[in-house]
């Protein structure tokens, strides 16, 4: 079977879908692997790095005849058009926000499997690239914020004076919220987390940041892995928690998630007012609406005296790592997808059916874990 590695055409985007060292266990497997010339570049792998590990390097109208396409963002209704009736697309496509796409997908028969929509189950973890993704980003996070702080992590004593450590608070313990907590705490922060489900307490103390309990209100309810619904009275009750301790923090990195719904709103700006002067807030949830009520997605603003980063692709920061972990996840789809003679779908197969999305010329996937991006 003949794949395809195009380079990706959205805007601050770093990474490719295959890296070299990947690409050299799919050719083991008995794939042919062809990649799109400076497709890699951005990641830091060169096309000679891509020759080496055994790929051709073509013209993007010859990566167009593969059997079936591989990138990170969703294919263009343009890049739509080039492909030939029935090849097959595997990328991180949140296919409920692109229409356009899915109808000129189906226009062409073109099999489509969305990276978004792997089920978050044990079997399908090396498969999963929101949580590696947002595993690098969780991590970059912190380095952001530190970048922007005028002041230090850790507690630092010396012949000058002595330094208190940065305060860090983080809302959301899920994968992007529990690798900041073990970055921040490794720089030497106090961490202080909140969480709506409160089996994240153990986890948050065991990486050593403090787990801020909300007393006296149901939590909330979990469906596929995903935070799904939130008691009024739970926010309520978080909210009159954090407005004490976000007087007193440096860096407030927002991770909160609830599936199929817009990013809950748990800074307001009466919250940024209070803030000390010179605190630095990662709204990471900035894609989906945010958490903090005044972020701008993709832009770093000052507003009442506190920095807000909005990155919005914060993997793409971390090229050469997020490539490759994204590659580990992609090929290891399509290995569960695909042997290297062609497709051999099992419909009703939990993975296959959670991330086939257009078929035969229909749209197959019935969006009830829909993300909101
Ligand atoms: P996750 O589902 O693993 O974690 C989200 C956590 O938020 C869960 O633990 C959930 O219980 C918690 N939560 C929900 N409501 C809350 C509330 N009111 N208060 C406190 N916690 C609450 O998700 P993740 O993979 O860690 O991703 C977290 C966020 O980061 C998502 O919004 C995701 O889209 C975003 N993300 C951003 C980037 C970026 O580059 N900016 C990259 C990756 C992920």
């Given amino acids: 079977m003949k794949i395809g590695v195009l380079k990706e055409t959205?805007?601050?985007?770093?990474?490719?879908?295959?890296?070299?060292?990947?690409?050299?266990?799919?050719?083991?497997?008995?794939?042919?692997?062809?990649?799109?010339?400076?497709?890699?570049?951005?990641?830091?792998?060169?096309?000679e790095d891509y020759?080496?590990?055994?790929?051709?390097?073509?013209?993007?109208?010859?990566?167009?005849?593969s059997q079936v396409l591989l990138k990170v963002n969703i294919f263009t209704v343009e890049e739509v058009s080039k492909m030939k009736e029935g090849t097959?697309?595997?990328?991180?496509?949140?296919?409920?926000n692109h229409p356009e796409v899915l109808d000129a997908m189906n226009q062409k028969k073109i099999s489509s499997?969305?990276?978004?929509?792997?089920?978050?189950?044990?079997?399908?973890?090396?498969?999963?690239?929101?949580?590696?993704?947002?595993?690098?980003?969780?991590?970059?996070s912190v380095i952001l914020g530190a970048n922007y702080l005028g002041k230090i992590f850790p507690l630092m004593m010396t012949a000058s004076g002595t330094i208190t450590p940065a305060k860090v608070l983080i809302f959301g313990a899920g994968v992007a919220g529990l690798q900041a907590i073990a970055t921040a705490k490794r720089l030497g922060a106090i961490v202080e987390v909140t969480d709506v489900r409160p089996e994240t307490k153990e986890?948050?103390?065991?990486?050593?940041?403090?787990?801020?309990?909300?007393?006296?209100?149901?939590?909330?309810?979990?469906?596929?892995?995903y935070a799904s619904e939130v008691?009024?009275?739970?926010?309520?009750?978080?909210?009159?928690?954090?407005?004490?301790?976000?007087?007193?923090?440096?860096?407030?990195?927002?991770?909160?998630l609830v599936?199929?719904?817009?990013?809950?709103?748990?800074?307001?700006?009466d919250m940024v007012k209070s803030m000390k002067q010179g605190a630095v807030i990662v709204d990471m949830a900035v894609e989906s609406g945010g958490n903090c009520e005044i972020s701008e997605k993709d832009k770093t603003v000052?507003?009442?005296?506190?920095?807000?980063?909005?990155?919005?692709?914060?993997?793409?920061?971390?090229?050469?790592?997020?490539?490759?972990?994204?590659?580990?996840?992609?090929?290891?789809?399509?290995?569960?997808?695909?042997?290297?003679?062609?497709?051999?779908?099992?419909?009703?197969?939990?993975?296959?059916?959670?991330?086939?999305?257009?078929?035969?010329?229909?749209?197959?996937?019935?969006?009830?874990n829909k993300i909101i991006n």
């Avoid at 020759?51 to 005849?65: L, P």
Wanted: charged share 25%; proline share 3%.
């Fill in 10 to 47: 959205k805007a601050f985007e770093n990474r490719v879908a295959l890296s070299p060292d990947v690409i050299k266990l799919l050719i083991k497997k008995g794939f042919e692997v062809s990649v799109e010339p400076e497709a890699g570049m951005a990641s830091y792998f060169s096309d």
């Fill in 231 to 256: 008691s009024e009275e739970f926010l309520q009750k978080q909210k009159e928690l954090i407005q004490s301790k976000i007087k007193e923090s440096d860096l407030v990195i927002t991770t909160a």
């Fill in 113 to 140: 499997f969305s990276m978004d929509a792997v089920p978050r189950i044990s079997r399908a973890q090396k498969m999963d690239s929101l949580s590696s993704q947002a595993n690098l980003a969780g991590y970059k």
């Fill in 203 to 225: 986890q948050v103390e065991s990486l050593g940041g403090r787990f801020l309990t909300v007393e006296g209100a149901e939590g909330v309810k979990v469906e596929g892995g």
């Fill in 302 to 368: 000052v507003k009442h005296g506190v920095t807000l980063v909005g990155e919005s692709n914060l993997p793409s920061l971390l090229p050469t790592n997020a490539s490759q972990l994204y590659a580990t996840n992609i090929s290891t789809l399509l290995m569960h997808l695909a042997s290297s003679e062609g497709f051999n779908l099992d419909r009703e197969e939990e993975i296959t059916k959670g991330v086939l999305i257009t078929y035969e010329g229909e749209t197959v996937h019935e969006f009830t």
């Fill in 88 to 96: 097959a697309c595997i990328s991180l496509m949140y296919a409920y």
């Fill in 259 to 269: 599936m199929g719904k817009k990013s809950p709103i748990l800074v307001t700006e």
């Fill in 51 to 65: 020759k080496k590990s055994g790929a051709q390097v073509i013209s993007q109208s010859d990566v167009f005849d």
